[in-house]
Each structure stands twice: as C-alpha cells, then as structure tokens.
C-alpha cells in the first residue's frame, strides 16, 4: 500500500504454501476466500481507507480485474470522502451542542462518545450520552493576579467623575446666576455632595448611581440651556468630553481598562504559548480564565492520555515547569509595566495537591469540575487561599514581585525547595527565601507556604537564557 496501487491474490491457497510466516493470507483462507483485490481508498494523498474485494473462488479476482476498477474508484473515493466529512461534521455538532469547545488532549473521549451516540441513534435506538469522568488526576493551580486592582479602578473613577462634576458645576453656577431656578440649585448642591463623597468612599454602585443621576437630572437641563447661545458653546463641548469612547471624563477609566487588558493579554500568551510546548512532553488538561490577571487549571495522569505511559516524573516535570513559566510570566510583567498607564504589579501563587482526584465533564456548565466530596476541599482551598494572611499577622501571603507556593505536606516541601534551588541556580529566583503558615481558613487548616522573589534585572529575562527547558526537565530525577 506504500505505492498506492493494487494488490490482488488469484490464488490464496498457492499464496499461503509460497507464504507460510505470512498471517494475512492465512486470515482470508481461513474465511474461504480463494482469491481477492485490496484497492487504497486515497485523497489529496491521504489514505481514507481499503477497499476490499473477495470471492470463494480462485482466479475471479486477479491483476486484470484489478485494473478495471480505474473507471470506479473516482467516484469511490470522491463517495468514501464525503461520507469521512459527514461522518466527521455530526461528530463535531455532537461535541457542541453537548459539551462546546473541548481541549484536544480530553477531546478523544467526548469524539468517542459522540460516535457512540450517533451510530446508535442511525440504528433507530435511543442513547444517552454517558458521564464524562477522569480518574486518578493529579491537579496544578496557578494564578499570576494584578495587585491593587480594586484600587487603581476605584481611583480612575475618583478623577473622571470629580472632573465631570467639576465642570458641570461651573456651567451650571452661570446658568443658575442667569436664572435664578430651585431645581438648579438642588442639582448643584447634589453635585458638590457626591464630590465630597468620592473624596472618602466609592461603593460597589457609585459610578452607576452618578451616571444615572447625570443622565436623568443634569443633562435633560443642560439640553435646554444649549438652546441659548451664551451656553451653547461650553455644553457642547461638555458632552464631547462626557463621551464614553473619546471623553476626557472617562479618560482614566479607559487607561485603567487598558492596562488591564494589555497585562492580561501578555500574561495569557506566555502561557498559551509555554503551554503548548510542555504538550509534547506528556498530554494534559489545561484551561485558562482572565480575571483580573491570569487563572489556569492543569490535571495530568494515565486516564487522560491512555496510549502514553505515565510515571509521577511527568508530574514533577509540569510542576518545574508551571513554576518556571509563572516566574516568566512575573518578568515579563515587570518589564511592561514601565510602557503601561498605570504601572501595576502582579502577585504569583501556585497550590500544590498531591493526591489524585477526578474530574468531571458538567453538562450543565459546560465545564470540567472535581468530583467527589472528598474532592471538593482542593476546590474550597482553590476558592479561599489567594486572600489568605501569613498566620499571626496581617500580611497577605501573596506579594508583589514573588512568587508564593502553598502546600500541606513535607514531601511537597522538599520536592520544591529543589525546583526553587534549580532556578535560583539559573538566575532567575532570588535568594530571599520565607517559609511561614496561613492562617487558619473556613475548613481548611494545616497549610503552609513558601514565598520567594523574581530577579528582574534585564541580563536576567528567560527568552536570554543559554539553558533551553528541555534542559531543565533533565534536572529532575
């Protein structure tokens, strides 16, 4: 089949005797076959599969009968093909409206199903598309989050609105001394209160609560005032500053967007594009989220890559690297933070699970969850550790500029101190090494942590690091 051509047998039994290690020959005589032709189905060089012709009797089918298949096999191939891409498009319709966009390493389970699904329903039974379930997986957590976030937002909407209403107050304070109306000064005192209020506190709901103010008390009198001449020219001017898009009054909400945006986006390329190299060393799940920084889950073990063998160095190999690629993700932050509008720093955490959970495939949500009660603590320490203190005091475990690995066991001590040593030897970790325990958290207790800083001098930036991370893997036993 190498040379895409036919191969016809005449006679099986004479093949057999003048092929005796031979097995295949051996099948077909074993089915009363005499004589048979195996054409390659081929596409765009693309074997699609083998057409198989066979008769009980010797020398119907030979080399001569073989040729004439050229009149068919056009159509045959152009038939196979078509059937291949149905085939293929139900699978994928399947895997959508049931489970969406899968990652390629788990997507071979949900095809599996799928095919299940639609052979049965083609044979007119009913079927409904099984659980979905991965065993014996062993999780990896990491987050590289935006600090201060909360309140660099909170400060972009201070200026923006204070300067709004600023302005709002000299037009209005030359509307009102033209024309002296109640209604308008209500509006100015209301005006210099929630000034006065945005000096001291912004609630969840402030910049909505203003906007809404503006928008049914301001602008119905600023519209008409605009009808007059005299302040047409100022009110004109104040709604192309009040614009969303291009105004002035939301120039600092945009900045602070836009440095949101532009961190997330690097953060999440590095990731992906690490992610995508550490595929090739032993497949597993991953799934990343953008909040206010970067989320990613990962869960690797034999269930999710069956035809692979797996061992526990695979894991201490994604763990080296998990750690070595937030380490990245933290430099090169640091290094755009300077090209920002807002220079903001990140925090890193990692959480370290040792024992195997399983995972499962929600419908609902349309999502991978842990599954299992005993499970569920991973997901609640998930939930709580990143607002967590270092226990007897008030500091935040997490810390701009280092990088914080939560873990429960001395064994998961030991195998990082390693990983953090082998670092430290690239350059890349300083050695200002903490170890401390959280604090005590709703239903979880017994953790501890350990915490160390990021080198980001510019000779130090990993994309100029001798040392390649095949390299790097080498290094764990």
């Known amino acids: 089949m190498h040379e895409h051509t036919y191969f016809a047998v005449s006679n099986v039994p004479c093949y057999v005797d003048e092929n005796p290690e031979d097995n295949f020959g051996k099948h077909f005589l074993a089915q009363g076959i005499q004589s048979f032709i195996l054409a390659p189905v081929i596409k765009d060089g693309v074997l699609l599969g083998i057409l198989e012709l ?167 009198v600023l519209t008409e005032a605009a009808t007059k ?88 190999r994604l763990r080296l690297w998990q750690l070595r690629v937030i380490a990245e993700m933290e430099i090169e932050q640091y290094d755009l933070k300077s090209l920002l509008p807002y220079a903001l720093s990140v925090t890193s955490l990692i959480l370290v699970f040792s024992t195997p959970i399983a995972i499962r495939f929600r419908m609902d949500e349309k999502h991978f969850d842990v599954d299992g009660a005993y499970n569920i603590r991973y997901e609640v320490i998930k939930k709580r550790i990143d607002k967590a203190h270092i226990n007897g005091s008030n500091e935040r475990i997490t810390k701009p500029g280092k990088i914080t690995i939560i873990y429960s066991q001395e064994e998961e001590e030991v195998e990082y101190m390693n990983y953090l040593s082998i670092l430290q030897k690239e350059g890349i970790l300083a050695d200002d090494m903490e170890h401390f325990e959280v604090e005590e958290l709703q239903g979880v207790a017994g953790l501890k942590a350990l915490r160390i800083g990021v080198i980001h001098h510019d000779q130090n930036l990993l994309a100029q690091r001798a040392a390649s991370y095949n390299k790097l893997y080498e290094q764990i036993n």
Do not use: C
């Not at 891409?85 to 390493?105: A, G």
């Not at 390329?269 to 889950?297: C, S, W």
């Open 229 to 316: 001449s005299i302040y047409k020219a100022k009110i004109d001017q104040y709604f192309e500053q009040a614009d969303n898009l291009k105004g002035d009054f939301h120039a600092n909400r945009r900045n602070y967007e836009k440095t949101l945006s532009l961190i997330n986006q690097k953060l999440a390329t590095i990731l992906d594009h690490r992610q995508a190299e550490i595929q090739e060393i032993f497949p597993h799940y991953y799934e990343r989220f953008k909040t206010d920084g970067v989320e990613h889950n990962i869960y690797i073990g034999q269930t999710i890559a069956p035809d692979r063998e797996f061992t526990i160095k695979d894991l201490h």
């Open 54 to 220: 066979v008769s009980p009797r010797v020398s119907e089918l030979n080399s001569v009968t073989a040729n004439k298949l050229d009149i068919v096999m056009p159509f045959l191939v152009d038939a196979v093909d078509r059937k291949i891409n149905e085939l293929l498009n139900r699978v994928r319709s399947v895997i959508q409206s049931y489970y969406t966009t899968l990652h390629p390493s788990v997507y071979w389970k949900f095809r599996r199903e799928a095919q299940n699904y639609i052979e049965q329903t083609n044979n007119g039974l009913a079927y409904t598309l099984k659980e979905i379930k991965f065993n014996e997986v062993y999780p990896l957590y990491g987050q590289v989050d935006i600090s201060e976030s909360s309140i660099t937002r909170n400060l972009s909407v201070r200026n923006d609105l204070g300067n709004q209403m600023a302005r709002l107050l000299m037009i209005l304070k030359e509307i009102n001394k033209a024309n002296d109306k109640p209604h308008v000064g209500k509006i100015q005192f209301d005006l210099k209160t929630f000034s006065d209020e945005l000096q001291h506190n912004i609630r969840a709901d402030t910049e909505q609560f203003i906007q809404h103010y503006l928008e049914d008390k301001v602008h119905p």
